[in-house]
């Protein structure tokens, strides 16, 4: 019984994981960018969803759709002004680029948290929104867990079909395998990375939102999600 | 041309005297804080401590400053962020004291920052009036430290209390004995547990479940279906606010509802209620008002000043305890931290929540237990005048 409980627990935890690392791993993996300020996207959807539930009622389900476009939008404009004239046309890193990108986020991370400090203090967010059981045989599991769990796991699935089945799939791994060959079988390497950057943003920003609907989110919460993202791409490496 | 003269002089005294006077209307008290507007603590410190600093300034300020014998004295803040990084809170207390020359400091919120800050308090002879700081070893740090304050009380207060409450309904016949205990693994819910599990036993109460969980733990469903399966009478988790937020609803979910439902840190908060509603109603936790004209007086300017409403725990305390430190300075009248910080250790203050006297520098009076009654969070403990009768057992969960 309390095995079962501790499996189904941890299986509905790590579908969550894994989305959060999704979209961490997609603006790694394939724009080269350690964004350290992944977090900070995640919170800033939860908390923007809570705000909105709160303030007009409105449902974390149409947030789902919403917040995760706007974030994407969000990401490419920060890939196109801000990443890529310093990561290069032909995205070839070496360790000094990769330290000051890191940098970069870094400091991004601080602007915005610095900036959710500013205009919401210290405030907890945290809201009801489908808290009520659904029995899974043996046990019993919070509505608002399993529906993120079933998102997550239909997006995860989602980006793994379209990374093996298709040739934009295929492409995006070879740009992430071999970045400067990628661009000699002519892949269009930059417009593809920055594509995979806002992508990464907006999984971010979804996971966010799932997460605000049973989790308690602060301003400050932001490095604890880049760092969980973080293990889990090393791990799952 | 004497006269002329006479009156130059006259005009030049009669202009220097305005002088003087306008000076000694424009003169300031600098105070300054260091407080976590970043980081893990900002949203302790932000729900409870800032507010009130920020509410106490405006109203000393509306009421035409401190009256020193000099005359009124304006204050003057001088803000610094510590990011929750006890060595930034030291140089920030310690660059307030020796290069801004502030008259007073405010002290950091928590318990780690309030230790962190105290030798430089010290140190300097600044009175540390600090209200949560919540450790059994204040009275001891009180020696080494005679201006450090703690005005929340000790950890055991609140469990010894707790652990009499349900005695009394045990006697009273309206629960059993079986109590279950869960508690973040930290300083707080080792400290707190621990003088719980002696009260326990010694209030001859039956601990049949007993379990620590690591802090930030957020996935309770497994854990309280295991407390379930002991079926106990009361549930008591010291918890801090985001598990206590998460809780009631793992709880719900698993459909345990015991009797008692006695969560930690942060079922005081406003939050709490608006997250939680009518699901709130009968839940226990620690602190607690007493909803009488000066709360409601005191609930209406936090929320006209801050824009948000005060926790029902330290909020108040924290309010307290600068109304204390405000009457010391008036009584002495001048900037003599050494006179004020004797006069906080002896005299007894008139406040929101009533006499205030620090014995031996720590407010033991403090209300200790408290429960959701009709959409406030009321006080049940300590028993005394103003404590309401607990409502138990607390009712289902709604859906």
């Not at chain 1, 920060?78 to 990443?83: A, D, G, N, Y």
């Not at chain 2, 105290?118 to 209200?131: D, E, I, L, N, S």
């Not at chain 2, 209406?300 to 948000?308: D, G, I, K, L, W």
């Not at chain 2, 005060?310 to 305890?321: K, L, M, N, Q």
């Amino acid at each position: 019984m309390s095995i079962l409980d501790a499996l189904l627990t941890g299986a509905i935890a790590g579908g969550v994981y894994g989305l959060l690392a999704l979209g961490f791993a997609l603006q790694y993996g394939i724009a080269r960018i350690l964004n350290l300020a992944y977090g900070e996207g995640v919170v800033l959807a939860g908390i923007t969803t809570a705000l909105l539930y709160q303030g007009l009622s409105l449902s974390p389900l149409i947030a789902l759709f919403v917040l995760p476009s706007l974030f994407a939008l969000g990401n490419f404009l920060l890939h196109r002004l801000l990443f890529l004239p310093l990561v290069g046309r032909t995205l070839a890193l070496d360790g000094e680029k990769e330290g000051r990108l890191i940098l970069l986020t870094f400091g991004l991370s601080f602007l915005i948290q610095g900036f959710l400090a500013a205009e919401l203090g210290g405030q907890l967010f945290s809201y009801s929104y489908l808290g009520q059981g659904v029995s899974l045989g043996a046990t019993t599991v919070a509505l608002n867990r399993l529906l993120a769990f079933g998102v997550a796991l239909a997006l995860v699935a989602l980006a793994h079909l379209v990374f093996t089945c298709t040739r934009l799939g295929i492409a995006v791994r070879a740009l992430s395998r071999e970045p400067e060959e990628s661009l000699l079988v002519g892949i269009p390497a930059t417009r593809l990375s920055t594509w995979a950057f806002a992508l990464g943003g907006g999984v971010g920003a979804a996971a966010g939102v799932l997460l605000s609907t049973f989790h308690a989110l602060t301003p400050a919460s932001g490095p604890e999600f880049t760092l969980k993202a973080l293990v889990v791409v090393i791990l799952g490496d | 041309m004497k006269t002329r003269r006479s009156f130059l002089v006259q005009g030049v005294a009669a202009a220097a005297s305005l002088l003087a006077a306008s000076q000694a209307q424009t003169r300031t008290v600098r105070i300054g804080y260091s407080i976590s507007k970043t980081g893990p603590y900002a949203t302790g410190a932000g729900i409870t401590t800032l507010p009130n600093y920020r509410l106490w300034v405006e109203e000393v300020n509306a009421a035409g400053g401190l009256k020193l014998a000099t005359g009124s004295a304006r204050i003057s803040v001088v803000e610094y962020d510590d990011r929750s990084s006890p060595e930034e809170a030291i140089r920030n207390i310690e660059r307030l004291i020796t290069q801004d020359k502030v008259d007073f400091a405010l002290p950091p919120w928590g318990t780690a920052m309030n230790l962190a800050v105290a030798p430089v308090f010290a140190r300097h002879g600044y009175p540390q009036v600090a209200v949560t700081n919540l450790s059994e070893k204040t009275p001891e740090l009180v020696r080494r430290w005679p201006s450090y304050f703690s005005l929340l009380g000790l950890p055991s207060q609140y469990a010894e209390a707790l652990a009499l409450l349900l005695r009394n309904l045990v006697a009273g016949g309206r629960i059993g004995r079986r109590v279950a205990v869960v508690h973040t693994d930290d300083e707080f819910g080792l400290e707190l547990s621990g003088a719980f599990r002696r009260a326990a036993q010694k209030e001859g109460l039956e601990l049949v479940y007993f379990q620590g969980y690591p802090a930030g733990f957020s996935d309770f469903q497994s854990l309280l279906n295991a407390v379930k399966g002991r079926s106990p009478d009361a549930f008591v988790a010291f918890s801090y606010p985001a598990e206590t937020l998460a809780l009631p609803e793992a709880a719900a979910v698993v459909g345990f509802n015991p009797a008692v439902f006695f969560l930690g840190v942060g079922t005081a908060f406003p939050i709490f209620r608006q997250r939680y509603g009518a699901n709130a109603e009968g839940i226990m936790g620690l602190g607690g008002v007493v909803p009488n004209q000066a709360w409601r007086t005191y609930l209406e300017r936090h929320r006209a000043v801050t824009n948000q409403e005060p926790d029902r725990w330290a909020s108040p305390v924290t309010y307290v305890s600068l109304q204390a430190l405000r009457v010391a300075i008036e009584r002495i009248g001048k900037i003599d931290r050494f006179q004020i910080i004797r006069l906080l250790r002896q005299e007894t203050f008139d406040t929101l929540l009533g006499p205030l006297q620090l014995e031996g520098n720590v407010f033991r009076s403090n209300w200790l237990i408290g429960q959701w009654q009709g959409g406030e969070f009321v006080a049940l403990m300590p028993e005394r005048p103003g404590a309401l009768a607990p409502r138990v057992p607390k009712p289902t969960w709604n859906r």
